[in-house]
């Protein structure tokens, strides 16, 4: 029996069809995407996994990163340009955020030094590697330094091809089979993403990248870019986005996130600011639906993302989620999610396709989750909202040469899964001392309802505190849909921030004011508000309604062991972002904070209710998603831990 009519026979007995894998979930025991599938469910037909064996999970092997094989000291003597001074103190390679993807029995991962390799699903041998060197560039983007989410795979049928993006601005394309570059991929398997992008600069800083993996549609690949925050000038790469030819490496269209002269939008960026403004970008992943042809794109801030007084007008299609036909890349439609944004509230994680019932009508819809705790909810199709969404007035700017936006879009359906804003209510009150202490901070800033704007950092005042912050809410992590219930479930996390600005200190600073953000807001060492502080929301997108909500954990052992709250009954606290995948029976989550042991759990919830019915102990922090996969009949869960170096570990049962 071959191979092949094995493993049909295996899918046959599961009830699971061997060809879809479009936007309604993984149904064939594969995992072709970073979420799944191409509209980004996170989602797996797999059941062999439950909760009466969840606990009986096992290691089945660990691979250690390549990366690891680099003596990094070494690596820093040959190439002077990883020393170079910013924000990122060293070469890390503990990044590894990238979800594999398995596919006919071999798992593909990208690593933060921008190298792929191909493994054998079921004994965890290295196949090949490929190594492009791009970290002979230097530190990719201020900020992140070295990071990947991972790459993409394609398949004419006969062909094979794996494509992913470089920190040094390069778009490559290696054989899946043998992992040699395609030599008839732009140049001996490279495109250089940098051509014709004003102000991208490959000379150490780096100021343009690619973290996220493409997305590739038919036979386009769809490219996105990670541009350097917390700039001094108000001159910056703009994030165009672009498809390429799958074969060739060709370019097929450009869509301007930035209008340029006679576009639609142009308008939006006042006293030409179009023209040297930049940003905008799709830093984080996208999703396409493959039927109708449409990739939907979630874009970033505008430069500089505190202050705007260089840019004024709304700034489409800055903080948008944008439809394209993927072969022309011309725009269907677009929502600005967020006006003339001084938040950094853009779309963090790739929109959620998934076809809903509402009043008894079929909808295709895409969601989009947002780090202000708001959930977009739009027909996928038409773009018309399902439910209403209202502009409501906001605070203004009181910023020199600013003007904010006068109202924001506000969904009436489904309610915010975060905190937001920031009153007296919801500071922490454990005890009247913890609520004196985040009193006493609190009346050094600003606070009030979210889009408070920014303000000036002065001897009385220092900034103004957000509410779910600029990296709480969902985040790059995104939510996941079942396809058969409707349910969105969504991560999130409530990590107040302080928004100030201030004179930027470099001589040659093209911007009035910079941004001095932090997130180091803790009265007596605690979090401000009350808990949660980590939470999973699931929301029933067929009425828009929030289903259940529960915190994603007991909390982090630095605050459940704070001497300030020893002697109290706590309830769960939850903490960070967990990274969930969904499949027929469970809904898996892996939490990125430890529990009293100083265990990281990889627990199996009820999708119904969120209750905890079955847990068990990863061997270190995870760091991307968990994914699941048949391997030889079998289903096996894949997930990158932390270590040195960090490692991809594989579990199945029994």
């Known amino acids: 029996m071959t191979t092949q009519i094995y493993r049909l026979l295996v899918l046959l007995s599961l009830g699971v069809s061997h060809t879809g894998h479009g936007q309604t979930g993984m149904t064939d025991g594969d995992w072709r995407y970073f979420g799944g599938d191409s509209g980004s469910s996170k989602y797996s037909a797999l059941d062999q996994i439950d909760a009466e064996n969840f606990d009986q999970l096992e290691i089945k092997w660990r691979w ?75 530190i990719p983007i201020m900020m992140l330094g070295f990071s990947n989410r991972g790459l993409a795979y394609w398949s004419d049928g006969d062909r094979s091809r794996v494509v992913w993006g470089t920190g040094d601005g390069y778009l490559l394309a290696v054989d899946a089979q ?72 060709d370019l097929l269209w450009t869509f ?29 992943l996208m999703s396409a639906d493959t039927e109708a042809g449409i990739v939907y794109l979630p874009v970033g801030s505008p430069t500089n993302d505190f202050y705007g007084g260089h840019r004024l007008g709304d700034n489409l299609f800055a903080n948008s989620l944008v439809a394209l036909d993927a072969k022309s890349g011309e725009r269907l439609w677009h929502f600005q999610m967020v006006h003339h944004d001084l938040w950094d509230s853009d ?3 790739a929109p959620n396709l998934i076809d809903i019932s509402v009043d008894g009508a079929v909808i295709k819809a895409v969601a989009q989750v947002t780090k202000h705790g708001f959930v977009f909810v739009f027909d996928r199709i038409t773009g018309e909202p399902v439910w209403p969404i209202e ?70 005042s220092f900034g103004t505190i957000n509410v779910p912050g600029y990296i709480g809410g969902a985040n790059w992590t995104g939510a996941g849909i079942d396809p058969e219930s409707g349910i969105l479930y969504i991560p999130s996390a409530t990590i107040p921030s302080r928004s100030g600005l201030a004179a930027p200190t470099a001589a040659d600073a093209t911007l009035n004011y910079v941004r001095d953000v932090t997130t180091d807001l803790r009265p007596s060492g605690l979090p401000l508000t009350k808990p949660p502080y980590g939470r999973i929301t699931a929301i029933d997108l067929n009425i828009g309604s929030i289903l259940w909500q529960v915190p994603n954990g007991s909390g982090s052992p630095g605050v459940r062991n704070h001497p300030a709250l020893a002697d109290l009954e706590l309830p769960p ?25 100083g265990v990281y759990p990889l627990v199996a919830r009820d999708k119904q209710t969120g209750a905890t019915l079955a847990e068990l102990g990863l061997p270190a922090q995870p760091i991307g998603p968990p994914v699941t996969y048949l391997n030889n009949g079998r289903q096996q869960l894949a997930i990158t831990v932390r270590g040195t170096p960090p490692e991809l570990v594989v579990m199945g049962l029994p």
């Not at 191909?118 to 060197?133: F, K």
């Not at 209008?259 to 984080?284: I, K, L, M, R």
């Open 64 to 138: 250690q990163s390549i990366d690891g094989r680099f003596d990094l000291e070494q690596l820093k003597s040959e190439y002077p340009n990883l020393l170079v001074a910013n924000d990122v103190p060293e070469v890390s390679i503990n990044g590894l955020k990238a979800a594999p993807l398995a596919i006919d029995g071999v798992l593909y991962i990208s690593t933060p030094l921008y190298q792929a390799a191909a493994i054998d699903a079921r004994t965890g041998e290295t196949l090949w590697t490929y190594d492009p060197r791009s970290y002979a560039s230097g």
């Open 178 to 249: 043998t992992g040699v570059a395609i030599p008839e991929f732009g140049e001996d398997g490279r495109v250089d993403l940098m051509v014709d992008i004003p102000r991208a600069r490959r000379q150490a800083p780096i100021n343009y990248s690619v973290t996220s993996s493409p997305l590739i549609i038919g036979d386009i690949i769809v490219v996105g870019a990670a541009i350097s925050d917390q700039p001094q000038y108000k001159e910056m790469p703009p994030g165009h986005v672009r498809g390429f030819d799958i074969y060739t490496g």
């Open 573 to 597: 606290l939850g903490n960070g972002r967990d990274q969930v995948l969904i499949t027929k029976s469970l809904l898996i989550s892996a939490q990125t904070t430890p529990n009293e042991e």
């Open 391 to 460: 502009e409501r007035p906001v605070p203004a700017s009181d910023v020199p040469g600013e003007r904010s936006s006068p109202t924001q879009p506000f969904p009436s359906k489904p309610p915010p899964f975060d905190r937001q804003g920031l009153g007296v209510d919801d500071l922490i009150d454990f005890t009247p001392q913890l609520r004196n202490a985040a009193l006493a901070l609190v009346e050094q800033h600003r606070t009030g309802p979210m889009f408070t704007p920014p303000s000036l950092l002065t001897a009385s």
């Open 256 to 284: 301007h996130t930035i209008p340029q002269a006679g576009e639609f939008g142009n308008e939006t960026w006042e006293d030409g600011s179009w023209e040297y403004s930049g940003h905008t970008n799709v830093w984080t």
């Open 347 to 349: 779309p963090p994680a």
